[in-house]
């Protein structure tokens, strides 16, 4: 059984920045991709960020500028670097990995003050 242990959310104020993590409990390599989603209340899960094995990455639209995604394989752990925060990133994080099946991270919260 894959776990996925995501940490770094808080409360930050807008223009502030936040570091995720996410730690799986086996090699990084044993997935196809890995990636941060996130929801906020009353919406859809959306895609954040992905990071393929070989370091491949793809940052949604919103975000690209501000966020940032990279893997440290030596430590199964993926990172989510979120800089010029805005509170409309205010959500509960996920961390997903894809083999032939998906795994999901419990989820972190990021809350972002105006």
């Known amino acids: 059984q894959v776990q996925l242990v995501e940490s770094g959310g808080g409360l930050v104020p807008a223009g502030g920045s936040l570091r995720l993590s996410c730690t799986a409990s086996?090699?990084?390599?044993?997935?196809?991709?890995m990636a941060w989603y996130r929801q906020a209340p009353g919406k859809q899960r959306e895609l954040v960020a992905a990071i393929a094995t070989g370091g491949a990455t793809n940052i949604a639209d919103s975000m690209k500028g501000r966020f940032t995604i990279s893997r440290d394989n030596a430590k199964n752990t993926v990172y989510l670097q979120m800089n010029s925060l805005r509170p409309e990133d205010t959500a509960v994080y996920y961390c997903n990995a894809i083999t032939f099946e998906a795994y999901w991270g419990q989820g972190t919260q990021v809350t972002v003050s105006s």
């Open positions: 086996r090699s990084l390599f044993s997935f196809n991709v």
